[in-house]
């Protein structure tokens, strides 16, 4: 292993003040995301400032405003009516919960989104691949990850790379409407 990914990886499990030994991208150290299927799935538009109550926490589908987040990473929270609208559009949402703060999990997402190959749909419009990333203070875990009608939860401060990153080739492009807006 890299030691650069090795640091990464130290950094994304903030377990004590004494880190374990650099877990292994398969997750040695972190519990295996979970997946979960989330349906039948609503998708009306709703005027904006609407409040939604969705099924599944985080939201993977349902009623969402008209417009959509930019892709990308945020620091601060992207309200789900936006977001769940990024799933409809094939998007991946990375979402933390972490009110003492995490920035090691937070590297460890970022250089997560950033590893995704090109997305064909995207080409030309500045957009390398249709995912964004958002603090979620309304997580009932502290790391999770949503696509249209899927969830994947870890329920440890720390991220496994590898069930995250077959979760998202698993579901990334497998919206209702697959476009790069």
Not at 21 to 32: F, I, K, L, T, W
Not at 125 to 141: E, F, K, Y
């Amino acid at each position: 292993m890299r030691p650069t990914l090795a640091l990464l990886l130290a950094c994304a499990c903030g377990r004590s003040a004494n880190p374990p030994p650099a877990p292994e991208p398969d997750g040695g150290a972190c519990p295996v995301g979970a997946v979960a299927q989330v349906s039948p799935c609503s998708f009306q538009h709703v005027d904006a400032g609407t409040q939604v109550q969705y099924d599944s926490n985080p939201p993977a589908c349902g009623d969402h405003y008209p417009i959509w987040a930019e892709w990308g990473v945020y620091n601060s929270p992207i309200p789900p009516e936006f977001f769940v609208h990024n799933e409809e559009h094939g998007g991946v949402v990375l979402l933390y919960n972490c009110p003492s703060g995490c920035p090691g999990v937070v590297s460890a997402l970022t250089a997560v989104l950033e590893a995704q190959p090109a997305d064909p749909i995207c080409a030309g419009s500045g957009v390398n691949a249709r995912m964004l990333l958002t603090p979620d203070p309304s997580l009932d875990v502290p790391v999770a990850a949503a696509a249209w009608g899927w969830t994947w939860k870890e329920p440890d401060l720390c991220v496994d790379t590898a069930s995250l990153q077959a979760f998202i080739d698993a579901h990334y492009g497998q919206g209702r409407e697959p476009i790069c807006p």
